[in-house]
C-alpha cells in the first residue's frame, strides 16, 4: 500500500516556474515507478510524466518536453516534478501516482496503470 501526498502548487505567471513534490508513505517506494498527471476544468485527465524506480528512464508528454523534469529521490520517499516556462495552458490540478504494479520495468501514460494516486495540487497560470 502506498499513500501519496502533493504539495508546491500555487499561483505563477505565465513563463514563471514551480516544483512540485509528493511524498509517499512506507518502506515500498522504490518498488513502484512514479506518474504525473493533470486535470482541468471539464478534461479529461491527462498523462504529463512518468520516472522509473531508480530515476533513470523518463518519459513526457510532448507538450510539456524540454520545460518540465520529473526527479525521484527513494531515499526520502519523494517524486518532483520541476515546471518551468510555464503556460496558462498548463493550468490544472497535479496529482501524483504510483504504478498498481510493483518492480515494473515499462513506464505507463495510462491512468489506469496506476493504482495509488494523491489528492492532487492546484496550479493556476496567469497570462
Known amino acids: 500500500q502506498v499513500q501519496l501526498v502533493e504539495s508546491g502548487g500555487g499561483l505563477v505567471q505565465a513563463g514563471g516556474s514551480l516544483r512540485l513534490s509528493c511524498a509517499a508513505s512506507?518502506?515500498?517506494?522504490?518498488?513502484?515507478?512514479m506518474g504525473w498527471f493533470r486535470q482541468a476544468p471539464g478534461k479529461e485527465r491527462e498523462f504529463v510524466s512518468a520516472?522509473?524506480?531508480?530515476?533513470?528512464?523518463?518519459n513526457y508528454v510532448d507538450s510539456v518536453k524540454g520545460r518540465f523534469t520529473i526527479s525521484r529521490d527513494n531515499a526520502k520517499n519523494t517524486v518532483y516534478l520541476q515546471m518551468n516556462s510555464l503556460k496558462p495552458e498548463d493550468a490544472a490540478v497535479y496529482y501524483c501516482?504510483?504504478?498498481?504494479?510493483?518492480?515494473?520495468?515499462?513506464?505507463?501514460?495510462?491512468?489506469?496503470?496506476?493504482?495509488?494516486w494523491g489528492q492532487g495540487t492546484q496550479v493556476t497560470v496567469s497570462s
Open positions: 512506507g518502506r515500498t517506494f522504490s518498488r513502484y515507478a
Open positions: 501516482a504510483a504504478d498498481r504494479r510493483a518492480f515494473a520495468t515499462m513506464l505507463s501514460a495510462r491512468t489506469d496503470e496506476y493504482g495509488y
Open positions: 520516472i522509473s524506480r531508480s530515476g533513470d528512464s523518463t
